[in-house]
């Protein structure tokens, strides 16, 4: 299983990104997803989350309406919509698959993890 996620970088504070996450080698479907990330020197935390049929959703109370998880089964990918972003949201993105049908927010729910992409908001 490999998930690859993509589409960090650089970016003013109250700019965009769009992060999609392609998942290999799992029936995509199956499969609730979720981005995580790390800022430096903090732990890893919960960002968004998204059931196996893009229905249900749960999000960090840090996001604020600003971000928006989705996900395309036939591409068997995740997206996570970045608007607004500022300075604290810098860090290493991270998305993860759990093969339970619930949608959990704790990191040690989750089966497979990808590598990360840098997501940088200078203020």
């Known amino acids: 299983v490999q998930l690859q996620a993509s589409g960090g970088g650089l970016v003013q504070a109250g700019g965009s990104l769009r992060l999609a996450c392609a998942a290999f080698?799992?029936?995509?479907?199956?499969?609730?997803m979720g981005w995580f990330r790390r800022h430096p020197r903090k732990a890893r935390e919960f960002v968004a989350a998204?059931?196996?049929?893009?229905?249900?959703?749960r999000y960090a109370d840090f996001v604020e309406g600003r971000f928006t998880i989705s996900r395309d089964n036939a591409k068997s990918t995740v997206y996570l919509q970045m608007n607004s972003l500022k300075a604290e949201d810098t860090g290493v993105y991270y998305c993860?698959?759990?093969?339970?049908?619930?949608?959990?927010?704790?990191?040690?729910?989750?089966?497979?993890w990808g590598r990360g992409t840098q997501v940088t908001v200078s203020s």
């Open positions: 993860a698959a759990d093969s339970s049908s619930w949608v959990f927010t704790t990191m040690n729910a989750y089966d497979y």
């Open positions: 080698g799992l029936t995509f479907s199956n499969y609730a």
């Open positions: 998204i059931s196996l049929s893009g229905d249900g959703t």
